[in-house]
């Protein structure tokens, strides 16, 4: 479904966990973004990678941390750092080289307990 | 980097109405402003898109102005329906320095009343 795929749908952590959040890509995009949507503050840009071993801190990557082994994959870790994580997550990618639409994930609703 | 302001952050029309949504953006080296509309509980879909060199665009009831060089752009809505009811969020992406990033602003809540 629209070729990007987050898992799980939902996910619990307990507080001082790490947990990773999946993301996968069947749509050959070379550029992946992870952002956090809140009630009322629309959608903040956490990381942004343009190609494989490469990527950007958004606006609030502080807690989180990424990786780009793969062109077809971009996972999220939200630690234990992060003091407030309980919210929806979604991944998005979409091509370069030209201005392309991107392409969003399911979500991910991350909840602390 | 860039900002994106978006408004009104709620929009309640009747149906059969225009509703008129505004995005302003900070960084002159933006050339790509898309709209997204986001259903309850489900992603942000693409509805619309313009090129910064392009004026206004139209795809049926949905329209997009972009102005340059006042650095903003918005989002026309005719002849509106109750399924238009959703959450809007434009974004723009820049060209320059920070080539790729995506900034959204913090969306709209269109409700059409029947």
């Known amino acids: 479904d629209g070729g990007i795929t987050q898992s799980p749908k939902y996910l619990f952590r307990k507080e001082g966990q790490n947990v990773t959040l999946s993301c996968e890509q069947n749509?050959?995009?070379?550029?992946m973004y992870w952002y956090r949507q809140d009630p009322g503050q629309g959608l903040r840009l956490i990381y942004y990678s343009q190609i494989v071993n490469d990527f950007q801190k958004g606006d609030i990557a502080e807690g989180y941390s990424v990786s780009r082994e793969k062109k077809e994959s971009f996972p999220l870790t939200v630690t234990s750092a992060q003091k407030n994580p309980t919210a929806f997550y979604l991944c998005a990618s979409s091509g370069t080289g030209g201005i392309t639409e991107a392409f969003f994930g399911q979500g991910t609703r991350l909840t602390v307990v | 980097g860039e900002n994106v302001e978006q408004h009104p952050s709620t929009l309640s029309v009747q149906e059969g109405d225009s509703a008129v949504i505004k995005c302003t953006y900070s960084?002159?080296?933006?050339?790509?402003f898309p709209w997204y509309k986001q259903e309850l509980g489900k992603r942000p879909q693409l509805i619309i898109d313009?090129?910064?060199?392009?004026g206004e665009k139209k795809d049926q009831r949905i329209a997009v102005t972009l102005n340059k060089t006042a650095k903003h752009f918005s989002l026309h809505i005719t002849e509106t329906q109750p399924e238009d009811s959703a959450v809007y969020f434009c974004a723009a992406r820049s060209s320059g320095g920070s080539q790729g990033n995506l900034i959204f602003g913090k969306g709209t809540k269109l409700s059409v009343k029947p």
């Open positions: 313009i090129r910064s060199n392009v």
């Open positions: 960084d002159s080296a933006s050339n790509y």
């Open positions: 749509l050959n995009h070379d550029a």
